[in-house]
């Protein structure tokens, strides 16, 4: 007789997660065993429960599994960049770790972004496979900027074994089966926040470095200074970035080299709707680089995603359109003969990001002109892509050119051999490409669940 477990979306709405442990017993000769245990008082609030694993109806037997067959151990891929995976595989003992997602039984997809508070979102896509294709588990973490590493890959691990369990129970005997759940609050009781900064969040970073040898030394500084505030109707950024490089090199005589630069940029955007946003963007920018003294636009911007907002973090296609002026002073007379001027221009973009179980994919293109010439142009193309082609075989290719006609800002003159091979001109073309791309293939045991970190 078969016992159904009804597993449904759980949406984490607070964190942290210090008080659950899932602890699990996985001597692959003998048996899958494991128990869970919850503190709701400090993780969970709330858990919305809403239909079950995809439509599909998990169970668990309570006679039928063999307990000591290698084959009934459950076979999970991590796929997350960026994480401590070799931590997790460390620590989740009851499941066997593969090496390949197309060998795995439950492909475990894990993507980040960041929040308005400069924290991470964290969410967990279980995507069930052979005996457990149709079933699906999201989960979501929310990792606050002060949080250490250290306590966000626990917390992490904690989030993984919850989104286990479901698959576990059904390749494990019900007997070996044991779930605890403390409550010890009144989960009415939502509370109140108070925030003095009002969802803004500031930061300041200032770095240096300096490298001197016999005949050549070097200093570079950079400072910057953000604010930002993200809410569920707008959002509004502002940063402030200033560049410091000198150069010399010593010779028969001293050669040395400035470069600087200084920017702000900010914008605004108004959320209207779940596909729609509307906003303003603004800069001023001073650049020894790029013979500007002074440049300063103010535009209005709008962009449409074919695809709801909320489904970000996987998929994207946007189309962004901004027209307005642009106004500059040039520390030296430029090619056309200008000091100073102001233009008119439009700039659209199109883009493709998605994130899927068997890589990444993001594409990009876009065109601007000014509307005093339209033979003063630019077209940008980028694309880059991570696809697993077949089992251990996987392609990585990133590919970005750029058409430019639109130069209005170089200096009259030709540069000097200091300044062309310093960089520190701006100098003349028709375009810019690069491209990057490899390609691996691994074989032989699909399982990896032993670390083992010496001569690390």
């Given at each position: 007789?078969?016992?159904?477990?009804?597993f449904?979306q759980?949406?984490?709405l607070?964190?942290?997660v210090?008080n659950?442990r899932?602890i699990?017993?996985s001597?692959?000769?003998?048996?899958?065993?494991?128990s869970?245990h919850v503190n709701?008082?400090?993780?969970?609030?709330?858990?919305l429960?809403?239909?079950?694993?995809?439509?599909a109806?998990?169970s668990?037997?309570?006679?039928?599994?063999?307990?000591?067959?290698q084959?009934?151990v459950?076979r999970i891929?991590?796929d997350c960049d960026?994480?401590?995976?070799?931590?997790?595989?460390?620590?989740?003992?009851?499941v066997n770790?593969?090496?390949?997602?197309?060998?795995?039984?439950?492909?475990?997809?894990i993507?980040?972004e960041?929040?308005?508070?400069?924290g991470?979102l964290?969410k967990?896509?279980f995507?069930?496979?052979?005996d457990?294709e149709g079933?699906?588990?999201n989960l979501s973490?929310?990792?606050?900027k002060?949080?250490?590493s250290?306590?966000?890959?626990?917390?992490?691990?904690?989030?993984?074994?919850m989104?286990l369990a479901?698959f576990?129970s059904?390749?494990?005997?019900l007997?070996?089966?044991?779930?605890?759940?403390?409550?010890?609050?009144?989960?009415?009781d939502?509370g109140?926040?108070?925030?003095?900064w009002n969802?803004?969040v500031?930061?300041?970073e200032?770095?240096?470095?300096i490298?001197a040898?016999?005949?050549?030394?070097?200093l570079?500084?950079?400072?910057?200074?953000?604010?930002?505030?993200?809410?569920?109707?707008?959002?509004?950024?502002?940063?402030?970035?200033?560049?410091?490089e000198?150069?010399?090199?010593?010779?028969d005589?001293?050669?040395?080299s400035?470069?600087s630069?200084?920017?702000?940029?900010?914008?605004?955007a108004?959320?209207?709707g779940?596909?729609?946003?509307?906003?303003i963007?603004?800069?001023?920018?001073?650049?020894?680089?790029?013979n500007?003294?002074?440049g300063?636009?103010?535009?209005?911007l709008v962009e449409y995603n074919i695809?709801?907002w909320?489904?970000?973090?996987?998929r994207?296609?946007t189309?962004?359109?901004?027209?307005g002026?642009?106004?500059f002073n040039?520390?030296?007379?430029?090619?056309?003969d200008?000091i100073s001027?102001?233009?008119a221009?439009?700039?659209?973009?199109?883009?493709l990001r998605?994130?899927r179980?068997w890589?990444d994919?993001e594409?990009?293109?876009g065109g601007?002109h000014?509307f005093?010439d339209?033979?003063?142009?630019n077209?940008?193309f980028?694309?880059?892509?991570s696809y697993?082609?077949?089992?251990?075989?996987?392609?990585?290719?990133r590919f970005?050119?750029e058409?430019i006609?639109?130069?209005?800002?170089?200096?009259?003159?030709d540069?000097?051999?200091d300044?062309?091979?310093?960089?520190?001109?701006q100098?003349?073309?028709?375009y810019?490409?690069s491209?990057n791309?490899?390609i691996?293939?691994?074989?032989?045991?699909?399982?990896s669940?032993?670390?083992?970190r010496?001569?690390?």
């Amino acid at each position: 007789m078969e016992n159904p477990l009804i597993f449904g979306q759980v949406i984490l709405l607070l964190s942290p997660v210090d008080n659950f442990r899932l602890i699990g017993d996985s001597q692959l000769s003998k048996h899958v065993g494991f128990s869970m245990h919850v503190n709701i008082k400090f993780i969970i609030p709330m858990l919305l429960v809403s239909g079950f694993i995809s439509g599909a109806q998990a169970s668990v037997s309570a006679d039928s599994v063999e307990t000591n067959s290698q084959h009934k151990v459950l076979r999970i891929f991590i796929d997350c960049d960026n994480c401590d995976i070799d931590y997790w595989r460390n620590e989740i003992l009851f499941v066997n770790h593969v090496r390949d997602p197309n060998m795995s039984q439950v492909h475990l997809h894990i993507t980040s972004e960041n929040t308005g508070s400069r924290g991470r979102l964290y969410k967990l896509d279980f995507i069930g496979r052979e005996d457990f294709e149709g079933q699906e588990i999201n989960l979501s973490y929310q990792a606050a900027k002060a949080f250490a590493s250290s306590r966000i890959r626990n917390d992490l691990l904690k989030i993984i074994q919850m989104g286990l369990a479901p698959f576990v129970s059904q390749v494990t005997p019900l007997r070996d089966i044991d779930i605890e759940l403390e409550t010890e609050f009144d989960l009415t009781d939502k509370g109140a926040t108070e925030d003095p900064w009002n969802a803004w969040v500031f930061s300041i970073e200032s770095t240096g470095e300096i490298d001197a040898e016999e005949s050549n030394r070097k200093l570079e500084a950079n400072n910057s200074i953000k604010a930002e505030k993200v809410v569920v109707d707008w959002k509004a950024r502002a940063h402030l970035h200033h560049e410091l490089e000198v150069e010399s090199f010593q010779d028969d005589e001293e050669i040395e080299s400035t470069l600087s630069s200084l920017r702000l940029h900010g914008d605004y955007a108004k959320t209207m709707g779940k596909h729609l946003s509307l906003g303003i963007a603004f800069s001023l920018e001073s650049s020894s680089y790029s013979n500007i003294d002074l440049g300063y636009s103010l535009t209005p911007l709008v962009e449409y995603n074919i695809w709801p907002w909320s489904e970000s973090d996987e998929r994207m296609f946007t189309i962004a359109y901004t027209t307005g002026f642009r106004l500059f002073n040039y520390n030296d007379t430029t090619i056309y003969d200008q000091i100073s001027e102001s233009l008119a221009f439009e700039h659209v973009k199109l883009g493709l990001r998605l994130i899927r179980p068997w890589g990444d994919l993001e594409f990009g293109l876009g065109g601007s002109h000014y509307f005093k010439d339209f033979g003063l142009n630019n077209i940008e193309f980028d694309f880059k892509t991570s696809y697993r082609i077949a089992k251990g075989l996987e392609l990585v290719l990133r590919f970005d050119a750029e058409s430019i006609h639109d130069q209005i800002n170089l200096a009259r003159g030709d540069a000097t051999l200091d300044e062309i091979l310093l960089r520190r001109k701006q100098l003349a073309t028709t375009y810019d490409i690069s491209t990057n791309f490899g390609i691996s293939y691994t074989f032989g045991s699909i399982y990896s669940n032993i670390v083992n970190r010496r001569l690390y």
